[in-house]
Structure formats: C-alpha cells, structure tokens
C-alpha cells in the first residue's frame, strides 16, 4: 500500500536552512525514517553597507544575505562600475547564505568620490543600498612619503524592512506495501515581499593612511590554532568561518588630525642625565627601565622616570620612533601618562616618561583581587582587596583619559589595562601607545604574519572589518571596565581566540562580573551595542562614571 502526504511548514526564515526535518513512520511490523536538511531560497538583503575603511587599499564593507548566493553588481553615480585589477568585490566571509565583502578600491582619487551603490540580485528578487564616499587628498603628506591623508565623509543607513515570512515545505510520504518505505521531501521554497530603502545615518570621520609603517614587532605565539590560509596568499586569513584580510602591522597612530603638527618640538633629553637603575618590564620597543633623570626640571635635581628603549633601530623601526615621539609631546592630560622627551645621540634610542610607581593596572588589579594570594609568593600578603569605590575610580580616570583622546581624533584601538599605568594615591593613566607585549601575548590574536589583534577587545565591526573608530574604542572601554570589576581576568578567558571571534560577531557579550553594580553592568552594555552609533557616547560613559564615583567616595590611604 502506498500513502502520499505533504506536509506544510509556514512561519520559517532564512535562520532556520539547514535544519534537519525527520519523517518516521511505523506501523504493527516495523518502523523506517527519513530526513532532510532544509533549504530555503530566499531573495537578497543588504544587512550592512559601510562608509569606505582604509584597509591596505579602500575598502567599502558590506554584508548580504541571500539564497542562492546573490550576484553582486556595483554602480558608480548610477553607472555601473566595470570591476578591474584596482576596484573589484572581494567577499571575505561565506555561510551558507551570508557573505561578507568589500569593493576594494587601491588609491582612489577625486575621480572615485560619489555614491556607490550595491545590487544584490538572484532569482527571488534584487535589493540595493547606497552609500556617498569622499575621497580627497590633502597636500600633507605622511612620514613614509608614500601616501597622502584621507578624509572621507559618508552617509548611509540600512532601513531593511522585516522579511516577510511566508515559507512553505511539501513533504511527499511514500508508502509501499505492509513495511512503510520512507518519507520524500518534495520541495522547499518561500516567497518574499519585500522592497528596500536606505535611510541616512550621518557620520564623518578623520582617518590616515599611514597603515604600511612598520613598528618592532614582536615574535609571540598566538597560542591558539590559527589556521592560515595557504591558498589565500599571505594576505588573509581564516578564523573559525570568517576569512579576514591581513593588514600590515595596524598601529596606533594613524588619527594624526590635530595631534601630528609639523611644527612639533620633542624635547632632547642627554644620554648622560639619564641614570639606569632597574628593569620594569618589557615592553613592544624593547626593555622599559626605571631611571633617575637630572636637570629634567627646573624645581628638582633628577626625578624616577621610566626609559624606553628601542629594540631593533631598522629605518622604518626609527621613523615609527621619531612619529610616536612628536604624537607623545602632543598628547598631554592629567589620565594620559607624562612624555618627557628622547634621547637619540646613541643607541639604543630612548623614550623618557614620567614613572608610574604601580606599573600596569591589568597587574595591579591582580595583585588586590581574591587570587592575589596565590600570586604573592609570601611578600604581598598584606595588600588589601580592591573595594567598589576604587575600581569606580580607576575607571572614571580612564574615561577621562578617553575623553581627552576622543576629542582629539585620537583612535586608541588598544585600550586595555595592560595598557594603563597606576601611580602613587590610586593615580590611574593611558600609559600605552603600542602593540603586544611579550608578557601579555595571549591577550594578542596573530593573524598572517605580522598583525597582532587585541581580538578579546575589538566589537564585531572591528573584528569583520578592520574597522577602527572612537566608538570602537568605546567597546573595548566596556571590556576594561569588565576587567577592572574581575580584578584583572582576561575576557572570555576560557574560550579560544577562534570562539572569541565566533561569540562577538554573534552578538554574546561578557557576562557581568559577581562583584559589579547593575548600573555599571548597564554601562558595559551601552558600551556594546552591536550598532557602533547606538554605543554611549564616551563623554556619556565618563559623566555616568564620575557621578557613581562621587556617590560612593574613595579611601585611598589602604593601598598605602
Ligand atoms: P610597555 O612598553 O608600556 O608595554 O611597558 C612594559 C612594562 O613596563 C609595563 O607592563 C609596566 O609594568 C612597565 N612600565 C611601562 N611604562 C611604565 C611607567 N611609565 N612607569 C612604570 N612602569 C612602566
């Protein structure tokens, strides 16, 4: 005997192809079963197209969901843009059904500003989005005398309207003689209504391109299976599912706007007014050492400073150094730490900063958690835990710092308290402009050859798109005051760089900490909304933050 039925499925989305659907069939002698994996076709959606990023040529990012895989086409002031050696569409990332790309553009010029617009098309249907991109050279031009500075001002909004679902499944049972036979699945498919119009979102940004610089680098294992990519050539990279372009040594320079004057004047400092006294660390340039400094202020003989030496003096070792030097002298505020000057007569060459008696927070936050016990080796024991108030403190100090960067275009790209320095009376600053360190490369993910990715901190814009913006630096602010509420724990410790990358692009945030307050739990939030225009505004997070320190005051004299 043989029985024929369908069975009709409504209400399903593009989330739910493939999925396992299972017929099973049984009568008095027996029982069969049959599945299928479903697969929904669906007509193309522009999720995200983004103002162009400088990438290591231009990168117009977008991310387009569809099944089939939609074609892609371009226009160009509505002219449709033939794809060459110097504008074509790279997709960097595949699921089943969402592909995440860019057009690449190497040097674009005036000829190239307008409105893009994307056509995203298959046999269900088309969408579109449009997005203005201004590229425009000013005369200044960047230390390695290669490249002019961009300046780009884009506007775009997605206003994807809510897919219509409307999906039905046929499934055909056959049914042969007394033992049933199996279940056939006819036929998936669905309809969409949908149209798209893109609104405006309105946002413009400063940005360098000074991206082929090269500072020290440092040889440190990534700890984790990184998979590179052989037959991508050594520019990407595959994490878990996502292929990522490799950029050169991204660095943290590259928002000179008001910062990098030409007219700068680094102060000098002689190499014999600088005393050595004892190694502090290592740090991206080499070893950073305590020193007593002479005649480096009117008021006192010598001051403690701490040095930092550069490691390997190559040319482009040197330029980084001379860049960094001047964007130092220029970066001055009470939560920044102080830059005195250099000392070049000799190798190796010198950096002179103020002296932060603690050293760096992420180690102090340990050193006053419930495990600085364990770490103690016998000498510490009397340190006292970290209280509320105090870690407040130590965070509205950052935001300060934060604020001060912000409002000078500065994108940090690595904040983190690694990266802070704690001084005398609980004194908390932005104490470091440079990449990885030795002691702290698993807080690193080394993707192609050279970029070191601080991935535990970046937002999925960053992560996807190498995108790097104030609001960006906002996130990873979220992630800081994560750790100060754990007393120092490395986010997402227990996960592998590559389901780090997987949790943030899915949109999981950190859990909040046991000791932190709901309202500063709140705060981390706002910190990662997905939408990097939906975040806090840093000066919203710095005022939030000072009022919840003032209301729980701090009593400083116990840590001594
Ligand atoms: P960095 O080059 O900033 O990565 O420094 C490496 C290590 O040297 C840090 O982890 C600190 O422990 C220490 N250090 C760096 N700068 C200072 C400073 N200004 N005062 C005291 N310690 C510092």
Known sequence: MELQSILTLSGLSPDDNGR???????NIVGQTEASVLLNILFPPTIVQLYQPVRNQDWCIPFTVMGNPRPDLHW????????????????????????????????????????????????????????VSAHFMHTP????SGTEGVFYYDTTFSPDTPPLEDKVAVYIVVGIAGVALTGCILMLVFLKYGRSSKFGMKGSSSVISNDDDSASPLHHVSNGNNTPSSSEMGPDAVIIGMTKIPVIENPQYFRNPGSILKSDTLVQHIKRHNILLKRELGEGAFGKVFLAECYNLSPDQEKILVAVKTLKEASESGRADFHREAELLTNLQHEHIVKFYGVCVECDPLIMVFEYMKHGDLNRFLRAHGPDAV??????????VELTQPQMLHIAQQIAAGMVYLASQHF????LATRNCLVGENLLVKIGDFGMSRDVYSTD????????????RWMPPESIMYRRFTTESDVWSLGVVLWEIFTYGKQPWYQLSNNEVIECITQGRVLQRPRTCPKEVYDLMLGCWQREPYMRLNIKEIHNLLQSLAKASPVYLDILG
């Open 20 to 26: 396992e659907l299972t017929c099973s069939a049984e």
């Open 444 to 455: 690193y993910y080394r993707v192609g050859g050279h970029t070191m990715l601080p991935i």
């Open 140 to 143: 200044d031009e960047d230390h």
């Open 374 to 383: 364990l770490m103690a080796d016998g000498q510490h024991s009397l340190l």
């Open 411 to 414: 994108v940090h790209r690595d």
């Open 75 to 130: 226009y160009h002031e509505g002219k449709l843009l033939e794809e060459q050696q110097y504008i074509k569409t790279e997709i960097h990332e595949i699921t089943d059904t969402e592909y995440h790309g860019c057009l690449q553009l190497d040097i674009p010029t005036h000829i190239h500003n307008g409105i893009y617009t994307l056509v995203a098309s298959n046999e269900f249907g088309e969408d579109r989005g449009n």
